[in-house]
């Protein structure tokens, strides 16, 4: 059998995918992830940390958090408006 190799953001069994994202910091590090449910919760996988998320709307706005399990990589939260 060939060998098989496993990435950061494949997924397990008992998630649900329900998106995925690519970004750019100021700094030029890029990223790529994605979004899923797991046992009713919001969470995220991407090419260097996993974590929390959680989407909400106030005022008219749509807000995107994003809190790391593991702060190593030097990840901190983050929080993402919607721009239209």
Do not use: H, N, W
Request: glycine share 12%; charged share 25%.
């Amino acid at each position: 059998m060939p060998p098989c190799s496993l990435s950061p953001l494949d997924g397990v069994a008992g998630e649900k995918q329900i998106g995925s994202y690519r970004s750019l910091t100021t700094g030029g590090a890029r990223t790529e992830g994605t979004f899923y449910l797991q046992d009713g919760k919001l969470l995220y996988r991407s090419s260097r940390t996993t974590g929390t998320a959680s989407l909400s709307e106030d005022q008219g706005k749509t807000v995107l958090r994003v809190m790391p399990a593991d702060p190593t990589y030097g990840a901190s939260s983050a929080e993402y408006e919607r721009i239209e």
